[in-house]
C-alpha cells in the first residue's frame, strides 16, 4: 500500500526553525510529483511549494520565498520542508502529497508558532 507521513511539527517561538519531513512507502518518492500543502483554520488548503519529479525543480509559494525550502533525499526517499524565520501565520496543519496517476496524501502534520 502507498502511503506517505509526515513527521517533525511542533510548537515552535516565531524566528524559528523546523524541518518537516515526509517519508513515501511502497513507491519511490522520485518518481511522483512530491509537494506540501497546508491548511490554516478555518481557511482554505494553500500550496507550499513542491518538487517535480521530471525535472527535479523546486518551487515555493511567494508568501514562503526566502523563508522555507524543499528537498528530497532518494536514499531515505523523503521528502523534507525546511521551514526558517517562521511566523505566528505560518501556524497550521502541513501536509505532504504525492502526485502521479494517482495522488496520495499524508495525515498531516501540526505546526505552531504563536504570537
Known amino acids: 500500500q502507498k502511503q506517505v507521513t509526515e513527521s517533525g511539527g511542533g510548537l515552535v517561538q516565531p524566528g524559528g526553525s523546523l524541518r518537516l519531513s515526509c517519508v513515501g512507502a511502497?513507491?519511490?518518492?522520485?518518481?511522483?510529483?512530491m509537494s506540501w500543502h497546508r491548511q490554516i483554520a478555518g481557511k482554505d488548503f494553500e500550496w507550499v511549494g513542491g518538487?517535480?519529479?521530471?525535472?527535479?525543480?523546486?518551487n515555493v509559494a511567494d508568501s514562503v520565498k526566502a523563508r522555507f525550502t524543499i528537498s528530497r533525499d532518494d536514499r531515505k526517499n523523503t521528502l523534507y520542508l525546511q521551514m526558517n524565520k517562521l511566523r505566528p501565520e505560518d501556524t497550521a496543519v502541513y501536509y505532504c502529497?504525492?502526485?502521479?496517476?494517482?495522488?496520495?496524501w499524508g495525515r498531516g502534520a501540526q505546526v505552531t508558532v504563536p504570537s
Open positions: 502529497k504525492a502526485a502521479r496517476t494517482e495522488t496520495i
Open positions: 518538487i517535480s519529479a521530471l525535472s527535479g525543480v523546486t
Open positions: 511502497g513507491f519511490s518518492v522520485s518518481d511522483y510529483d
